[in-house]
């Protein structure tokens, strides 16, 4: 079993709509989670990051931990072409020397 | 501009062919690593460095070397390519002490395509 994973996608949705993006986690030791986007021919850079459970607003970003379930979501509100990328969750082991990365979802907004 | 400088950003060479893939991080960080990314493997980690000198293995350091003799350079070593090294690499820095225990924050270059024949 894979440490994260993602469903690959790709997800297609209307401009405007929300973004529903999702991770599982197997190992109930990690803390913190974070969210990278990357776009096409692009590397990652971070887009946001969450310690332990609950819900981090960053203007149409939210970003959810469930450490109960071992689940992590991504809402991207009021989407728009630009957010058209892979977006990777990815989460540090204890000894901080590696992230581990999901496989990444595709989304694709459509004007 | 802070940035990770990789080059080449494309290259095709044949089995057996050494070959080095540069990169350069102008923000003073401690720590860089190597991760290459595959269609649905995802970004695996293949060295990383804690400092100058200080090097260790991630996932899959097999048939790569590298070196840290400056703080800014990392370069990656395919001393004999295979095909099954054609794959896209990432080379990655972070000011925290490992990958950012707290913030886990990489700084990404643009990352080099490697095609072996």
């Known amino acids: 079993q894979k440490e994260v994973e993602q469903d690959p996608g790709p997800l297609s949705v209307p401009e405007g709509a929300i973004v529903s993006l999702n991770c599982t986690y197997s190992n109930s030791a990690f803390q913190y989670f974070m969210w990278y986007r990357q776009y096409s021919r692009k590397g990652p850079e971070l887009l946001m990051y969450?310690?332990?459970?609950g819900n981090k607003e960053d203007g149409r970003f939210t970003a959810q931990v469930d450490k109960s379930s071992k689940y992590i979501s991504l809402f991207i509100r009021d989407s728009q072409p630009s957010d058209s990328a892979t977006y990777l969750c990815a989460t540090p082991k204890a000894a901080g020397n590696k992230l581990t990365f999901g496989g990444g979802t595709r989304v694709l907004v459509k004007p | 501009e802070a940035q990770v400088t990789q080059n080449p950003r494309y290259l095709i060479t044949v089995t057996g062919k050494k070959l080095t893939v540069t990169c350069s991080q102008n923000?003073?960080?401690?720590?860089m690593s190597w991760y290459r990314q595959d269609p649905g493997l995802g970004l695996r980690q293949i060295y990383y460095?804690?400092?100058?000198?200080?090097?260790d293995k991630g996932d899959v350091p097999e048939g790569y070397k590298v070196s840290r003799k400056e703080k800014r350079n990392f370069p990656l070593i395919l001393e004999s390519p295979s095909p099954n090294q054609t794959s896209l690499y990432f080379c990655?820095?972070?000011?925290?002490?490992?990958?950012?225990?707290?913030?886990?924050?990489?700084?990404f270059g643009e990352g080099s395509r490697l095609t072996v024949l």
């Open positions: 923000m003073n960080h401690e720590y």
């Open positions: 990655a820095s972070s000011s925290g002490l490992g990958a950012g225990v707290e913030s886990g924050e990489l700084f």
């Open positions: 460095s804690m400092n100058v000198e200080v090097t």
């Open positions: 969450t310690y332990s459970s």
